[in-house]
């Protein structure tokens, strides 16, 4: 039955980015820097900060936009609450694991802020953080878009508190050479594995990343209460207790 739905997964991927290839190489303007030390063909879900297409966002996001497009930040926080502001930049990752370290014990959630970016790095940042058993949280006001949300899986316990903005949509190829159709389909295939692989292993339900998959890189697909619930993107008391 998985193995069924991942392999449409991989179709519809195909699909999306043989469809939005004239858009997705207008967006370019919307990747962070990229790394130099990067391969040049990282995939990466650009920092998303839309005016509510297609649908409108839940809640109101309260950042400065102009903050939130900034390489991102760690601020600690009392309770034990580490603050990621900021969109997630090829070398976040390492930022946030050297960030981790120097708190030692101290950091008890991850409290994220963020339009999304690189998706290796949301990757690397999310199994850090089950790795060390940490929480997350969406707070009101916040956004968590893009890659964000994969970043949020990794909590043990995972929250989106009311008037929280938390949207999704697809990847694209974040190289500023134009790939050709058949490089970009063969990177949308592996991207869609890997965070497939990784989000299933954080107990997330596949309906998530179709979400996703449905929905343009330059759009957001806005996440109800419910569906979040329903992709366990959230947890309750008894979920967070099954986790992995």
Not at 72 to 88: C, D, N, Y
Not at 175 to 192: C, G, V
Not at 195 to 207: C, E, N, Q, S, W
Request: include cysteine; charged fraction near 20%.
């Amino acid at each position: 039955m998985m193995r069924a739905f991942f392999y449409g997964l991989l179709a519809t991927a195909v699909v999306f980015v043989l469809i939005d290839w004239r858009t997705i190489s207008t967006q370019a303007a919307l990747v962070p820097a990229t790394d130099p030390a990067s391969p040049a063909s990282d995939p990466v879900l650009p920092p998303a900060l839309t005016t509510g297409e297609p649908e409108d966002a839940p809640g109101e996001v309260k950042t400065d936009p102009d903050v939130l497009r900034q390489a991102i930040r760690f601020e600690l926080q009392p309770g034990g609450v580490l603050l990621a502001k900021g969109a997630i930049d090829p070398g976040a990752a390492a930022r946030f694991a050297t960030e981790i370290e120097a708190r030692g014990e101290y950091v008890k959630v991850v409290s994220l802020d963020s339009p999304g970016g690189s998706v290796g790095d949301a990757l690397a940042m999310s199994k850090l953080i089950r790795e060390r058993q940490l929480n997350t949280l969406v707070d009101k006001g916040a956004l968590c878009a893009s890659s964000c949300p994969i970043v949020l899986s990794g909590g043990v316990e995972r929250t989106a508190a009311e008037g929280a903005v938390v949207g999704v949509h697809q990847v694209f190829n974040g190289s500023r050479e134009k790939l050709s159709p058949e490089m970009a389909m063969s990177e949308a295939q592996r991207t869609t594995a890997t965070v497939t692989r990784h989000l299933d292993a954080m107990g997330i339900k596949p309906g998530l990343w179709q979400r996703a998959m449905e929905t343009a890189p330059d759009r957001l697909a806005y996440l109800s209460v419910k569906e979040m619930r329903d992709f366990a993107l959230t947890t309750g008391a008894e979920a967070a207790a099954a986790a992995p």
